[in-house]
């Protein structure tokens, strides 16, 4: 297993197009966190999985915001009719799920809205 | 979430010991203290976590405070592939998402 797969690493976009990311994580891990990151500041969280179940998601996640998780296995987030203020490197990251494990991250995707 | 506070910047001379301090004074009895870096153009990787014993891996150790307001994360030996930002992260029980803050930007001069 290489880790936290994230594709596309590089997504621009026009203003009002829908983009979607795909993460694929470690294998054996069923928590899937989904975090966006802008430049000089940490990855803010987003959302979460539990298998296929989506378990919290943040204030930030606006509603032209989804992510599923269709067989608990890769997530996808797609983003609806992007502003720019969108531009953002969006991270995706597993872990096993039990007490206090730690978070295996991708390389994230990297959103540029035009 | 409980708050951490990091200093926004450290620097450091390679070969050289690094103390990363964090503060958490309002940190609840079942909060685990974590430590991650983010090297540049990377997402962020686990460095360390502890409850309230002093911790040793093989990328750095970790020193909580005896009242566990403040812990400190120290690499033996800086490389410039040290040279990332280091978030200190309050991690409360139940094995909740982690909460990033702005983290210390270390650099490492040769």
């Known amino acids: 297993d290489t880790g936290v797969s994230q594709d596309p690493r590089h997504k621009i976009t026009k203003r009002g197009q829908n983009v979607t990311f795909r993460c694929d994580p470690i294998s054996e891990h069923n928590r899937l966190y989904w975090y966006r990151q802008t430049l000089g500041q940490g990855p803010e969280f987003l959302t979460y999985f539990q298998n296929e179940a989506q378990l919290e998601k943040s204030r930030l996640l606006s509603d032209r915001f989804s992510a599923e998780r269709p067989k608990g296995s890769f997530s996808t987030l797609e983003i609806q009719r992007t502003e720019q203020g969108d531009s953002a490197m969006y991270l995706c990251a597993s872990s096993i799920g039990t007490y206090n494990t730690e978070a295996f991250f991708g390389q994230g995707t990297r959103l540029t809205v035009v | 979430d409980a708050k951490t506070t990091q200093p926004n910047s450290m620097e450091s001379n390679e070969e050289e010991p690094v103390h990363l301090p964090c503060n958490h004074s309002?940190?609840?009895?079942?909060?685990?203290i974590h430590w991650y870096r983010q090297l540049p153009s990377q997402g962020p990787e686990y460095v360390i976590h502890g409850l309230t014993s002093n911790v040793n891996n093989r990328m750095a150790s970790l020193a909580i405070a005896e009242d566990r307001k403040s812990s400190t994360l120290i690499l033996h030996r800086a490389t410039l592939r040290d040279a990332a930002v280091y978030y200190c992260i309050l991690s409360p029980t139940g094995n909740t998402p982690l909460v990033f803050g702005k983290g210390t930007r270390l650099s490492v001069i040769a």
């Open positions: 309002t940190i609840s009895g079942t909060d685990y």
